[in-house]
């Protein structure tokens, strides 16, 4: 599996941003996709994550709310659309595939990783 992630920007406070993943190779409508982040000076942290095969999702507490993923099957794509950003929201984000529908925050249980896409939040 290949994943391509796409968005980056620089946005205002308060302000949108949208973040694709784009999937490549095996077929993986039954496994779990997510998004982690990590900024400057610290360590990879889960954002939110969905089943492919089902929709169900998971975010973690610091964006529910404020960010949603969604999937296209069809079109092997998993979206992050961030909403009311805080400068607490800069950092690179990637996205994941884990070979199981179950949902894990644990960067480790996942198994294919995007290249990451920056997203800088000015305050």
């Known amino acids: 599996v290949q994943l391509q992630a796409s968005g980056e920007g620089l946005v205002q406070a308060g302000g949108s941003l949208r973040l694709s993943c784009a999937a490549s190779g095996r077929t993986f409508s039954h496994y779990a996709m997510a998004w982690f982040r990590q900024a400057p000076g610290k360590e990879r942290e889960f954002v939110a994550s969905?089943?492919?095969?089902?929709?169900?999702?998971y975010y973690a507490d610091s964006v529910k709310g404020r960010f949603t993923i969604t999937r296209d099957n069809a079109k092997s794509m998993v979206y992050l659309q961030m909403n009311s950003l805080n400068s607490e929201d800069t950092a690179v984000y990637y996205c994941?595939?884990?070979?199981?529908?179950?949902?894990?925050?644990?960067?480790?249980?996942?198994?294919?990783w995007g290249q990451g896409t920056l997203v800088t939040v000015s305050s």
């Open positions: 969905i089943r492919l095969s089902g929709g169900s999702t």
């Open positions: 994941a595939v884990r070979t199981s529908a179950v949902f894990t925050v644990h960067a480790s249980m996942y198994s294919y």
